[in-house]
């Protein structure tokens, strides 16, 4: 079945420093991807998607980059804020079969910055 | 309201009751998603709806857990005989595109379950 796989946290960065999580799949065809944010206190919302190899995802200075090769998503900024500070899960979507569509979700990484 | 509503937020049951939660998602959303999140666990998949029937019931953990939706509108997720092990924080998404590619999952803020 699919699967994500994204690095364990916490992650605790000072302001303004570089920021990467990342995110590896499993999948059996062509999945779309996502990363989803949640900030503490709300439901989970769409931070960036990506559907085809190659293409970039970007969205409040977040970027990822769909890598088939490497099958991976990995999630950057370049200079993180802390009102960044919250849980990111990385995200994959795949037509299962059956008139369905499989969204799986990674563990989430949560990220706390210090000002 | 404009978002996706989930009731009550908060549920503390004793071990052997059954429970009800429930989902209003967001008007027009033909696609509603079940999920349970652990501590350290992530969001794990329970049921999906299209409209009022669930093609994929794949993620249900157990015969004791079982779900509905009436109306294309309102889903109930109901736990029979609750374990400890149901202790967790459930979460409704609905999205109008079923591949949740074309437009995005839309979550509510979820219900917190604790089995005593």
């Known amino acids: 079945g699919n699967s994500v796989t994204q690095m364990e946290g916490p992650v605790t960065l000072s302001e303004e420093a570089f920021l990467t999580i990342n995110c590896t799949y499993t999948a059996t065809g062509y999945p779309s991807l996502f990363w989803y944010v949640q900030y503490p206190g709300e439901g989970l919302q769409l931070l960036l998607k990506?559907?085809?190899?190659?293409d970039k995802g970007s969205n409040k200075g977040f970027e990822a980059t769909y890598r088939k090769e490497t099958t991976s998503f990995h999630l950057e900024k370049g200079s993180v804020q802390v009102s960044d500070s919250a849980v990111y899960f990385c995200a994959l979507s795949e037509y299962s079969g059956a008139g369905s569509y499989q969204l799986t979700f990674g563990k989430g990484t949560k990220l706390s910055v210090i000002p | 309201g404009a978002g996706v509503s989930q009731s009550p937020s908060n549920k503390v049951t004793e071990k052997g009751k059954d429970v009800e939660l429930r989902c209003d998602p967001i008007?027009?959303?033909?696609?509603l998603y079940w999920y349970r999140q652990s501590l350290g666990q992530g969001l794990e998949f329970l049921i999906y709806?299209?409209?009022?029937?669930?093609?994929?019931k794949s993620g249900l953990p157990s015969d004791r857990f079982s779900a509905e939706r009436t109306g294309g509108s309102v889903s109930t997720l109901t736990i029979q005989r609750t374990q400890q092990e149901d202790s967790a924080v459930y979460l409704c998404?609905?999205?109008?595109?079923?591949?949740?590619?074309?437009?995005?999952?839309?979550f509510g803020n979820g219900t917190r379950l604790t089995v005593t």
């Open positions: 008007s027009g959303h033909t696609a």
């Open positions: 709806f299209q409209g009022n029937s669930a093609p994929d």
């Open positions: 990506a559907t085809k190899a190659d």
């Open positions: 998404a609905s999205t109008r595109s079923w591949s949740g590619v074309d437009s995005p999952l839309h």
